[in-house]
């Protein structure tokens, strides 16, 4: 089992950046595929980015790359997601999740956190 806790969220202003955060609680944290994934209003939830469970492989989506950037500590049980040039379109709740591989859909993900909400006005 693991439990994903999110935190980082916020209002900020097109262009700016914020740093979301994703601790993990169990020992097998470094065994796990990581993933952020997010949902805006009225719209399905979305590949965002993830990472192996080395951190040797990354995976953007098309509308985040060159911008978001995922990482992860394995020594402290936590990923990261820095989100950079922030655009109004990126509004939306942001998920973390724990796989045993990488995918792009949600149903390849066995555990998700409750979201942290990422508001960005024009």
């Known amino acids: 089992q693991v439990q994903l806790v999110e935190s980082g969220g916020g209002l900020v202003q097109a262009g700016n950046s914020l740093r979301l955060s994703c601790a993990a609680s169990?020992?097998?944290?470094?065994?796990?595929?990581m993933g952020w994934f997010r949902q805006a209003p009225g719209k399905e939830r979305e590949f965002v980015a993830a990472?192996?469970?080395?951190?040797?492989?990354?995976y953007y989506a098309d509308s985040v790359k060159g911008r978001f950037t995922i990482s992860r500590d394995n020594t402290k049980n936590t990923v990261y997601l820095q989100m950079n040039s922030l655009k109004p379109e990126d509004t939306a709740v942001y998920y973390c999740?724990?796989?045993?591989?990488?995918?792009?859909?949600?149903?390849?993900?066995?555990?998700w956190g409750q979201g942290t909400q990422v508001t960005v006005s024009s």
């Open positions: 999740a724990a796989g045993t591989h990488h995918g792009y859909t949600e149903y390849e993900y066995d555990y």
């Open positions: 169990g020992r097998t944290f470094s065994s796990y595929v």
């Open positions: 990472i192996s469970w080395s951190g040797g492989s990354t």
